[in-house]
């Protein structure tokens, strides 16, 4: 297990398709998070799970976005008529100890990098 | 509304210069304040958090609760700390409000 993996790395589509991103955290973590950074800003928060339960999502997820976990380990981002103003970097993140601080702290994946055109 | 800002997009220094990113946060309970750090080509990571009091890679951070701030600091700045910096707040359960980041470069 080498950490927080995310496929694609990169994906273009055009304005109106579907896409899907595939988060596979650090096998003993029980939460994972979804969050979007776009150019110039920091990440935003966008939803978290504990095992396959969604806890918590932000108004930034509108209904043409939908994330799953369904056996509490990967989690899928799946966004449904792309629109330009999606166009992002979308950050999958787990939550474990810490090898730094053995606090309970964030592990990033590589992020999954959306163009809409 | 829990907020952080980070005033500086870019912050430019020279080789073994101090070095002060500037976080400012608003919140209305305790906060739990990190500073991440992104370096070129390389994921987000943690690069420490308040509650520890630690020290990472020469780096420290103090809150200070009066001034609502969690400013980075380093005495003399190395070129590899050119990355981008990220000062985040834990509303709960991890949901972290992250500021826009600032770019640091040392310069030989």
């Known amino acids: 297990d080498t950490g927080v993996s995310q496929d694609p790395r990169h994906k273009i589509t055009k304005r109106g398709q579907n896409v899907t991103f595939r988060c596979d955290p650090i096998?003993?973590?029980?939460?994972l998070y979804w969050y979007r950074q776009t150019l110039g800003q920091g990440p935003e928060f966008l939803t978290y799970?504990?095992?396959?339960?969604?806890?918590?999502k932000s108004r930034l997820l509108s209904d043409r976005f939908s994330a799953e976990r369904p056996k509490g380990s990967f989690s899928t981002l799946e966004i449904q008529r792309t629109e330009q103003g999606d166009s992002a970097m979308y950050l999958c993140?787990?939550?474990?100890?810490?090898?730094?601080?053995?606090?309970?702290?964030?592990?990033f994946g590589a992020g999954s990098r959306l163009t809409v055109l | 509304a829990q907020r952080v800002t980070q005033p500086e997009k870019l912050l430019s220094v020279f080789k073994g210069a101090p070095v002060e990113l500037k976080c400012n946060y608003s919140?209305?309970?305790?906060?739990?304040l990190f500073w991440y750090v992104q370096y070129s080509r390389q994921r987000l990571q943690l690069l420490l958090r308040h509650i520890s009091r630690e020290s990472i890679k020469g780096f420290t951070a103090d809150l200070n609760k009066g001034e609502t701030s969690f400013h980075l600091k380093k005495p003399f700045a190395q070129e590899e700390d050119s990355a981008m910096y990220y000062c985040?707040?834990?509303?709960?359960?991890?949901?972290?409000?992250f500021g826009g980041g600032t770019r640091l470069m040392v310069k030989p």
């Open positions: 096998s003993e973590h029980n939460r």
């Open positions: 993140a787990s939550n474990g100890l810490s090898r730094l601080s053995g606090a309970n702290v964030l592990t």
């Open positions: 919140y209305s309970g305790s906060p739990e």
């Open positions: 985040a707040l834990n509303n709960a359960g991890n949901m972290l409000t």
């Open positions: 799970f504990q095992n396959e339960a969604q806890l918590e």
